[in-house]
């Protein structure tokens, strides 16, 4: 298990950006690929977007795309989510999550395939 911790959430307009931080405690972050979802009010935990274990493969939802931008930086083990051209729709409260196995270079999208997770930052997005 490694220890999650977000920030940057808040409330912004319609058309701002937000950059989410998630750092991870465990010395061994570099070796495990990364994902954010995010959770409103009366629904089910959403995938948004995901990174492989060296960086060099992002994928995100439909509902993100060409809008939110997954990096990491292993040197300081830290993932990132850059959020542009929010939209009202946006708001939920925003998790990050670690693979389960090492070296996993699979296509991760479902909570199931995450084995630790942060608490969640609040993104609120005002029309």
């Known amino acids: 298990q490694v220890q999650l911790v977000e920030s940057g959430g808040g409330l912004v307009q319609a058309g701002g950006s937000l950059r989410l931080s998630c750092a991870a405690s465990r010395r061994t972050f570099s070796r495990y690929p990364m994902g954010w979802f995010r959770q409103a009010p009366g629904k089910e935990r959403e995938f948004v977007a995901a990174?492989?274990?060296?960086?060099?493969?992002?994928y995100d939802s439909d509902s993100v795309k060409g809008r939110f931008t997954i990096s990491r930086d292993n040197a300081k083990n830290t993932v990132y989510l850059q959020m542009n051209s929010l939209k009202p729709e946006d708001t939920a409260v925003y998790y990050c999550a670690a693979g389960r196995q090492a070296y996993d270079s699979s296509w991760l999208s479902r909570p199931a395939d995450f084995g630790s997770w942060g608490q969640g930052t609040q993104v609120t997005v005002s029309s």
């Open positions: 990174i492989s274990w060296s960086g060099g493969s992002t």
